[in-house]
């Protein structure tokens, strides 16, 4: 029995056809996404590096309604893997939404240029919110580009090279959307500082379209992980009073020696005794013999599994969920904090949003110093493989991430008590500034730097499991909320 919308094999045109296979163009593929990347990355930080104080000086916003407004853009970030892995193709995903990228940036230019109405702006600012969120796709889209299933270790060692080169195209587009973007911004103005970064997404458009050809692999969407979620739920629901099998081989599952799931594209996971209510919906009964096949009625062991991998995850995405509204305030308030003080370098003015990269350089010093330093140390004291463990790494994540919090509080304790011992001085740009350096915000990015590397464990858990995306950027989501939430309690700066 297959459920509704998902079939055994991966395709590449029609759904019965295997995946295609054109290694010869996967170099070609790999380069036009990764240059892709960059551009868009680039343009998207141009964009929301700053975005707070555009909202606060152009759009005359509060401190706090411009915060706010900024947690709210980001928590529409989810969309696009929801839908690549759901209802479209990788490749049609990303040219959809790289499109709807491309009309927002238009928008939020025209608004700049022609001072239109704030709800203009905002139109297009959720547009680029809506279509900004591809990274998770385009990483997935380029490791379809290589033959991982064969036992070729070259292939699997050519996929991790594409994976750090991703991660580096990334790193690019940030620290240039987020320095010399920013700085555009602060000495040429709005108009220009935003009609650069719609110029640069019309380029990754083209770049990503340009290579069409050369990408030879297409993983086919595997229908929507909340639907089959509800269809586990369900299932097990109307199952109450059926006695669940001690042997896990009666559990329905697809047949073939093909190692691949009712879902498309997935292989079969193997049955685990955690949650075992949840087996009764994969229980077939007489009844179930006797009616068409349903999977609000009869659902797989692999489905079975995707739902107890997601309620085995819940708890790190909790802390996730922590981690991520800490770190939201590096676009919102750090920066809003930072316009207040003295921003001088002789004759040179830093804008703060410029800072926010220091945290980028951190996590690409603190990574190889946990790869060739820690970890060895780790190893010899805990015998363990990895040095820590990934629950433990987090740990170590969020102590960091303490004492990150603690310092950017420190500073602020500090700012208020040389405002009230010395009061501000007024900056040749006419602005009011209190006589403390913004570099002392530096510490605090560095150390956010340390936390971050913590963070990737529960990054590389989530990679690492079947669930897929069925709940890909909720903890980002509902961190943007609970941000929110916060903030309306708390006085304006």
């Known amino acids: 029995m297959e459920a509704v919308g998902v079939e055994s094999k991966g395709s590449h045109g029609d759904a019965a056809d295997p995946v295609s296979k054109k290694d010869h163009r996967t170099s ?3 380069a036009f996404i990764l240059v892709n990347n960059c551009f868009q990355s680039a343009a998207y930080f141009g964009l929301s590096t700053n975005l707070v104080n555009y909202l606060k000086v152009q759009l005359h916003s509060g401190s706090k309604a411009a915060a706010n407004s900024v ?4 928590g529409t970030s989810g969309i696009a893997p929801l839908a690549a892995d759901s209802f479209l193709r990788r490749y049609w995903t990303i040219t959809l939404f790289l499109l709807v990228s491309v009309a927002g940036y238009g928008v939020v230019t025209a608004s700049a240029w022609a001072a239109l109405e704030s709800a203009v702006f905002y139109a297009g600012l959720y547009l680029v919110g809506l279509g900004g969120a591809l990274q998770p796709v385009m990483a997935s889209f380029g490791a379809d580009q290589f033959d991982v299933e064969s036992d070729d270790d070259e292939e699997r060692g050519r996929q991790s090279s594409f994976f750090n080169w991703f991660y580096l195209s990334l790193t690019v587009g940030s620290l240039v959307g ?3 973007l920013v700085w555009v911004q602060s000495a040429h103005g709005w108009r220009l500082g935003y009609g650069i970064p719609a110029l640069l997404s019309v380029v990754a458009v083209a770049l990503f379209l340009a290579g069409t050809g050369a990408y030879g692999r297409h993983q086919p969407p595997g229908g929507s992980p909340l639907t089959r979620i509800a269809q586990v739920v369900v299932a097990a629901a109307r199952k109450c009073d059926v006695e669940t099998p001690t042997d896990a081989a009666l559990l329905h599952e697809r047949d073939g020696d093909d190692g691949m799931s009712a879902i498309l594209g997935s292989r079969r996971l193997a049955h685990t005794n955690q949650f075992r209510f949840l087996d009764k919906a994969a229980v077939e009964t007489a009844g179930d013999k006797a009616r068409p096949a349903s999977p609000w009625r009869l659902c797989t062991v692999t489905q079975v599994e995707e739902l107890k991998c997601l309620l085995r995850l819940l708890p790190v995405w909790a802390c996730g969920i922590i981690f991520a509204a800490a770190y939201t305030q590096v676009s919102t308030t750090f920066i809003l904090q ?5 921003p001088r370098i002789g004759s040179f003015r830093v804008p703060a949003a410029v800072l926010t990269v220091f945290d980028t350089p951190s996590v690409m010093l603190w990574v190889p110093l946990y790869d060739r330093a820690i970890v060895p140390l780790a190893r010899r004291l805990t015998s363990h493989h990895r040095g820590f463990t990934q629950l433990t790494r987090m740990g170590v994540g969020f102590v960091i991430l303490t004492v990150a919090m603690l310092t950017a509080g420190m500073l602020e304790v500090t700012r208020r008590r040389v405002l009230a011992r010395n009061g501000t001085y007024s900056g040749m740009d006419g602005a009011a500034y209190v006589p403390l350096s913004i570099f002392w915000q530096v ?7 340390a936390a971050e590397v913590g963070r990737w464990s529960s990054s590389t858990t989530k990679r690492q499991t079947p669930c897929g995306a069925s709940a890909r950027g909720s903890p980002v989501r509902l961190s943007r909320w609970a941000t929110t939430r916060a ?3 708390c006085p304006s700066w």
């Open 28 to 30: 070609w593929g790999c």
């Open 71 to 74: 947690t709210n853009w980001q």
């Open 178 to 180: 987020g320095t010399v």
């Open 338 to 342: 930072g316009d207040t003080l003295d």
């Open 443 to 449: 510490p605090r990015y560095v150390v956010l730097g």
């Open 487 to 489: 903030r309306r309690s």
